[in-house]
């Protein structure tokens, strides 16, 4: 017998509640101890062509959305936000829903091509005109 709706709801909430706790509780430790060893990783793509990648900027952004700090988060990625969101959507009870209706409506390729279009305009274009 399967369980009832309510329970599943109520369960999915708990475990969502759990998750909100666990990031909390690692802000801290995310900012003291994961912080000094990534001032020691670097990017190839970057470090081999000078034009930093599409994800350049991504680790920083996920911190700073993780503290809340949304324009810091836009300053290091704009598309931190819409990533940060994208996974949210795929730990929710609704998630085989979102996923469906983006299959559907071809979200991901069209925010790839958004990505890409940003990409090119805004971090290689500068750095191929200096």
């Known amino acids: 017998m399967q369980p009832k709706r309510s329970v599943q709801?109520?369960?999915a909430v708990i475990m969502s509640g759990w998750i909100v706790v666990g990031i909390g509780?690692?802000?801290n430790f995310v900012?003291?101890?994961?912080?000094?060893i990534f001032?020691?990783?670097?990017?190839?793509?970057?470090?081999?062509?000078?034009?930093?990648?599409?994800?350049?900027g991504m680790t920083?952004?996920?911190?700073?959305?993780?503290q809340f700090r949304i324009k810091e988060a836009i300053q290091y990625?704009?598309?931190?936000?819409?990533l940060f969101g994208l996974l949210l959507c795929q730990i929710t009870p609704w998630s085989k829903k979102v996923e469906i209706?983006?299959?559907?409506?071809?979200?991901y390729e069209i925010l790839l091509g958004v990505v890409l279009?940003?990409?090119?305009?805004?971090?290689v274009i500068p750095c191929l005109s200096r």
């Open 60 to 66: 920083r952004a996920f911190l700073a959305l993780s």
């Open 25 to 27: 509780i690692q802000i």
């Open 101 to 107: 209706l983006f299959r559907k409506y071809s979200v």
């Open 117 to 123: 279009t940003w990409w090119v305009i805004w971090r």
């Open 77 to 82: 990625n704009p598309f931190s936000i819409l």
């Open 9 to 11: 709801t109520f369960s």
């Open 39 to 56: 001032e020691f990783v670097f990017c190839p793509f970057h470090e081999i062509t000078g034009i930093p990648c599409p994800g350049c």
């Open 31 to 36: 900012k003291s101890v994961i912080l000094r």
